[in-house]
């Protein structure tokens, strides 16, 4: 028997996409922060985004509209109808309930999203002076930690072993990397200003708290409502883009700040706004699958990809600009070795990868699923004595096989 067992499915393509958008994005804004710049102030470009994001999320209304355009069909729409009949009965029932979620998801987001301009509005710090690797990984440390806080109390989701082991391993590997920034800023080849990374962080950290309360509150209106997730992006999208554009004149005329847009950039500013956008739109999408096919503690999975993106920036910057002691190397090491030990733990909790030993294996999914097997074929006569304790160990063919073979033998002494 091996010691790990590989369980993946057709959903997992979706977080290779997520992080080969994240790690090229995340790459590209700190190597040529510059050229992402559209105005003048962090603060200007940081809310753009937002608004980018929020018509990010109207986009999935073409996913809305060919969705409806491909079940057309009448023996679909007869089928369709036959369920309606259930499924409109308890939207009824949960009416009320639904949108008081969707407003409470909307006003979080909201926050969530606003991490950033209020970081700048607040701190009034120059991007530059201040470690993005150093904040990234204290808002992603705390996100996953609520994660499974917030799935434990609201979820009722029971914890078991090969979890338990998960979240260690990642706390020990956030340590070593959070322990690695701090190091960098004050002798790696690019100088940061410690306390105000240290202040910018603090508030850039809100959306560790808020950002897994909202998936966990879109987790529970996937399980209790017939919803999909391109239908509640799009509900989503119109919403804060009602909330947005109330906000947006009281933000402005409260602090009479005028866009000043950075004219270098100007040739390619609207193709920046429109890859933002669709950016936006696929990242909130596939966060939105995983939520619904897995549970919202899987989206740690896919907030991992910023800090690999970071550690492969901090990577380039010290090859690029090289140390001054040979022995600082080191810090390379660590930053790969801590981005391994928590990729490594985050496959062990969303049961990617499962561990064969000290029982790791008892309570995955597919033990379960093997668990129930065995005990049909117990009920079937298969002996206790044939059966062996670590459900992988047992080929399932193999079991029927023997027991097809075992029968032949009955029938012939006969």
Not at 94 to 120: A, M, T, V
Not at 141 to 151: A, G, K, N, P, V
Not at 153 to 179: A, D, N, P, Q, W
């Amino acid at each position: 028997m091996s010691l790990l067992t590989w369980n993946f499915d057709k959903n997992f393509i979706y977080v290779i996409i997520y992080w080969i958008l994240e790690i090229i994005y995340r790459i590209f804004f700190s190597l040529k922060g510059d050229f992402f710049k559209i105005t003048k102030k962090a603060v200007h470009d940081e809310y753009i985004l937002i608004i980018s994001a929020i018509i990010g999320d109207l986009f999935a209304g073409f996913l809305v509209l060919y969705s409806k355009c491909i079940s057309k069909s009448k023996k679909k729409e007869n089928l369709r109808t036959q369920n309606e009949k259930l499924i409109y009965t308890k939207l009824d029932k949960l009416k009320k309930n639904f949108y008081i979620k969707l407003i409470i998801i909307i006003i979080i987001d909201y926050i969530s999203r606003s991490s950033s301009w209020i970081s700048y509005a607040i701190t009034d710090v120059d991007p530059k002076e201040v470690s993005h690797a150093f904040k990234n990984n204290i808002k992603i440390t705390l996100d996953i930690i609520m994660r499974y806080i917030y799935s434990a109390f609201i979820l009722k989701i029971v914890v078991y072993k090969h979890r338990i082991f998960s979240i260690i391993l990642i706390c020990l590997g956030f340590v070593l990397l959070i322990t690695n920034n701090i190091l960098l800023m004050k002798y790696g080849p690019i100088k940061y200003n410690i306390s105000k990374s240290f202040l910018f962080t603090v508030f850039a950290s809100i959306s560790g708290f808020t950002y897994p309360i909202e998936d966990t509150i879109e987790k529970q209106i996937f399980l209790e409502n017939y919803i999909y997730p391109a239908n509640f992006q799009f509900y989503r999208g119109i919403a804060e883009l009602i909330l947005i554009s109330i906000i947006t004149p009281i933000l402005y005329f409260s602090f009479g700040e005028n866009l000043e847009l950075n004219y270098d950039n100007i040739n390619i500013i609207i193709p920046l706004i429109i890859i933002n956008t669709l950016s936006s739109f696929f990242k909130a999408f596939i966060t939105l699958k995983i939520i619904y096919h897995y549970s919202s503690q899987s989206v740690s999975f896919l907030r991992i990809a910023q800090s690999f993106g970071g550690s492969i920036t901090i990577f380039i910057n010290i090859i690029k600009n090289g140390l001054n002691d040979g022995w600082k190397i080191i810090f390379i090491f660590i930053e790969i070795f801590s981005v391994i030990i928590i990729l490594f733990a985050s496959l062990i909790y969303d049961e990617i990868i499962i561990i064969n030993k000290c029982e790791l294996n008892k309570n995955v999914k597919l033990g379960i699923i093997n668990r129930g097997e065995f005990d049909t074929l117990y009920i079937n006569g298969y002996r206790d004595s044939q059966l062996d304790d670590n459900i992988f160990d047992i080929d399932i063919n193999e079991i029927y096989n023997d027991d097809k073979e075992k029968n032949e033998n009955d029938d012939n002494k006969e």
